[in-house]
């Protein structure tokens, strides 16, 4: 049974920075497309970043490009998220996901296979 472990969230102000993480109890992050999605109260399930198994490739929403960066280190089989710039709108659980479907990266949910527990963000104004 694959795990994924956030860490890093928490509460900042507008303008701060917070760099969550996200560990796997397997080699999955190694081998598989990752990506970081997030969800805020009342709101659906939406895409923030994403990268392909070797690093070369990734991808954002529009509402995080240029604030935020994925990375990944599969010698230690973790991916982060460094966000920069934080906004009250960035206020959510954000969520680690695993896909296992192919390398690429992608934007949609139904291509993660495993997703992590959460952690929550809170950017206050």
């Known amino acids: 049974q694959v795990q994924l472990v956030e860490s890093g969230g928490g509460m900042v102000q507008a303008g701060g920075s917070l760099r969550l993480s996200c560990a796997a109890s397997?080699?999955?992050?190694?081998?598989?497309?990752m990506g970081w999605f997030r969800q805020a109260p009342g709101k659906e399930r939406e895409f923030v970043a994403g990268?392909?198994?070797?690093?070369?490739?990734?991808a954002y929403a529009d509402s995080v490009k240029g604030r935020f960066t994925i990375s990944r280190d599969n010698a230690k089989n973790t991916v982060d998220l460094q966000m920069n710039s934080l906004k009250p709108e960035d206020t959510a659980v954000y969520y680690c996901?695993?896909?296992?479907?192919?390398?690429?990266?992608?934007?949609?949910?139904?291509?993660?296979?495993?997703w992590g527990q959460g952690t929550q963000v809170t950017v206050s104004s």
């Open positions: 397997e080699r999955t992050i190694s081998q598989n497309r």
């Open positions: 990268i392909n198994r070797r690093g070369s490739s990734t």
């Open positions: 996901a695993a896909g296992l479907g192919g390398g690429g990266v992608s934007t949609r949910d139904y291509d993660y296979d495993y």
